[in-house]
């Protein structure tokens, strides 16, 4: 038989070790709960940080709609009264004098801004018509080594301003075609003068148009335009 004071004994080591095991068992569990609250905070801020970041791009979004909103309503603005100025200049040179007029001035300005004197380095002769009937050149440049430039302006504008002011795009494609044609005659107009024969001259001459739109919707309608005018010995020029 076991005397009693072993079986206490005894009894209290396994009471120790269950005491012991009990305690680490909660230790364990108390760290574990430290981590998964510390996990869930992680989580928590996370959450916070990605809900601060979608209220930011939603702020965000919303503050490029309305500047895009505002750039449209300038731009609407802006073409409206684009057109308006539009308007006026065509109601200006409806006729043909008038735009005669126009592009040579335009063209003796760029002259002027370029260095060049009325008198000394050019030779002005304004007309007072558009037509192709005169046979003198707008503008005599005279090149060092006693060449001499020939420019004429020309302002074919009324299939052009027309094509702008209708709706329908067959019949705006149409009225640029003819505009193509308008330019393309006054090329073949330019050519036959014989300027480029000129002793003084080199085998071109230019033909000068005062808005670079006149030029581009011709060559958008005709992408060979300009090969095909310097085969008549015509160079085209705009202002810019």
């Known amino acids: 038989m076991v005397p009693l004071e072993y079986r206490v004994g005894n009894m209290n080591e396994l009471l120790d070790k269950a005491i012991i095991t009990a305690a680490t068992g909660a230790i364990t569990f108390i760290v574990w709960l430290i981590r998964l609250e510390g996990k869930v905070k992680h989580i928590e801020k996370v959450q916070e940080t990605d809900g601060e970041r979608i209220g930011k791009a939603i702020d965000k979004m ?56 009325e008198g000394i380095e050019y030779e002005a002769q304004r007309s007072t018509t558009d037509a192709d009937s005169s046979g003198i050149p707008d503008i005599t440049v005279r090149m060092p080594g006693g060449t001499k430039l020939f420019i004429d302006s020309k302002f074919p504008f009324d299939r052009f301003i027309e094509a702008h002011e209708v709706d329908d795009e067959a019949e705006r494609e149409r009225l640029f075609i003819e505009h193509k044609k308008d330019l393309a005659s006054h090329v073949a107009a330019l050519a036959k003068r014989g300027y480029h024969e000129s002793q003084d001259s080199p085998d071109f001459v230019i033909l000068f148009v005062p808005f670079e739109s006149l030029l581009t919707e011709a060559l958008r309608v005709d992408p060979l335009f300009l090969e095909n005018a310097f085969k008549l010995n015509v160079t085209i020029a705009t202002p810019t």
């Open 62 to 117: 919303a503050e490029t709609q309305n500047k895009m909103a505002d750039t449209i309503n300038e731009m609407r603005t802006a073409s409206t009264s684009l057109f308006d100025e539009t308007r006026k200049i065509a109601g200006a040179l409806s006729s043909s004098q008038s735009r005669g007029k126009f592009g040579e001035a335009q063209l003796e300005l760029l002259l002027e801004q370029a260095g060049l004197r």
